[in-house]
């Protein structure tokens, strides 16, 4: 039962990586955009959704329902300002650009919030768990969990079977032609970005609940997005939630045999897979 336990809370751990890989997806996986600052986004909308509630008294819930529009207002802004002059299909200027603004983003953090840790109370809820025989299933993380799988599948339709999502992939294989039939480019990345933003604001809010969170934790996020996307393959929603669990029940099961190896397991995994199958478990050679 303690491998199988481990396997059990690798799982719910992906259902957080998911989340931070979902946006990844959709920016880097299908619009060829390198967003450095991805993973100082979850830190700086979890480090607003704490002073809200700090400031207001609001709930959890409340926070998460507030922060998921301001990320999407962030990502938007983001997109309309700064990516739309750098994106196409070289993916270097994108990767110039937002690593600028991943330091600026992640000194601003330092100067309002200091250097301290923080996190979001969830109440009752974390410390709560279901027991199964002899295991223990945490009701938050088995919530971050089934919220993954609802906003993964939410993402697989837009992208299949709505216009939207047509017009998207459409833009992303060839900008001119899909402008000359009717797809305003520049508007579909606008939007896409503030989907992708807005799902950092579910991750957000989970990561401050389920642990601490600092200014400089932005590399960490960066890096789980990135191997679950690369694991999964790029272009691929289902294959990004795929990764994430792959990472998270690699790093579960590298805490069980050694706590110094959690993290480390996660990287030699992915390194595996990118040796085995670099364009991905979902992605077929070209």
């Not at 709930?59 to 938007?76: D, K, N, Q, R």
């Not at 900008?175 to 807005?198: D, F, H, Q």
């Not at 795929?242 to 990287?267: D, E, K, V, Y």
Request: aromatic content about 8%.
């Amino acid at each position: 039962m303690y491998w199988i336990d481990g396997i059990v809370q690798g799982i719910l751990l992906g259902g957080l990586y998911a989340q931070y890989a979902l946006g990844m997806a959709l920016m880097f996986g299908v619009m060829k955009i390198v967003n450095v600052t991805h993973g100082d986004l979850v830190i700086l909308l979890a480090l607003i959704g704490i002073s809200l509630a700090d400031l207001t008294g609001l709930g959890p819930w409340s926070i998460l329902a507030t922060l998921v529009p301001i990320g999407a207002a962030i990502g938007w802004i983001l997109q309309r300002a700064l990516l739309n002059r750098v994106v196409g299909d070289d993916p270097l200027p994108s990767l110039i650009a937002t690593f600028g603004l991943s330091i600026a983003l992640q000194n601003a953090m330092l100067q309002i919030w200091s250097a301290d840790t923080r996190s979001l109370s969830g109440g009752a809820i974390q410390q709560a768990s279901i027991p199964i025989g002899s295991l223990y299933i945490g009701v938050l993380p088995l919530i971050v969990l089934i919220c993954a799988t609802v906003l993964t599948a939410g993402m697989a339709f837009l992208m299949h079977y709505t216009r939207f999502g047509r017009a998207l992939r459409a833009a992303s294989a060839d900008v001119e032609a899909a402008a000359m039939m009717g797809v305003n480019p520049k508007r579909v990345y606008a939007l896409a970005t503030a989907i992708a933003v807005g799902i950092l604001g579910f991750a957000a809010a989970f990561q401050a609940m389920r642990a601490t969170v600092a200014p400089s934790d932005g590399p960490f996020q960066l890096i789980y997005a990135f191997e679950a996307v690369i694991i999964g393959g790029l272009g691929s929603i289902w294959g990004a939630f795929t990764g994430a669990m792959i990472l998270g029940i690699s790093q579960s099961i590298g805490f069980r045999i050694n706590p110094g190896l959690g993290i480390l397991a996660g990287h030699l995994v992915f390194l595996a897979v990118l040796a085995v199958r670099p364009q991905g478990i979902f992605k077929r050679k070209s």
